[in-house]
């Protein structure tokens, strides 16, 4: 069992910026893949970024790209999401993910089912 625990969520103007983290309570079991999701309100869960295999790889959904950066600290056993230039959309609960050791496709893919341990999520409000 990994658990996962976020921390960084907060309230962010638009156009501001805001990093969160989450670290694994183990560093073997939480494998090589390493994401976070978001839900908005009345909106279903997606897939934002991912690392991968230690870091060598991240991937990004289209609507972050270039805004957002995800990366990954071993010896922390913690990834963050600095994510910049946010806009009202963004604002969501973010959860981080850890997939265990899976396929690269996977993990670019955002798969949700590929994800074997969940944090309970942070919540981003993102005020005008």
């Known amino acids: 069992q990994v658990q996962l625990v976020e921390s960084g969520g907060g309230s962010v103007q638009t156009g501001g910026s805001l990093r969160i983290s989450c670290t694994a309570s183990?560093?073997?079991?939480?494998?090589?893949?390493m994401a976070w999701f978001r839900q908005a309100p009345g909106k279903e869960r997606e897939g934002v970024a991912s690392v991968y295999s230690g870091g060598q790889s991240t991937y990004y959904a289209d609507s972050v790209k270039d805004r957002f950066t995800v990366s990954l600290d071993n010896t922390k056993n913690t990834w963050y999401l600095q994510m910049n230039s946010l806009k009202p959309g963004a604002a969501a609960m973010y959860y981080c993910?850890?997939?265990?050791?899976?396929?690269?496709?996977?993990?670019?893919?955002?798969?949700?089912?590929?994800?074997?341990?969940w944090g309970e999520g942070t919540m981003v409000p993102i005020s005008s």
């Open positions: 993910a850890a997939a265990g050791w899976i396929g690269r496709v996977r993990c670019l893919t955002f798969d949700p089912d590929a994800m074997a341990w």
């Open positions: 183990s560093y073997t079991d939480r494998g090589n893949c």
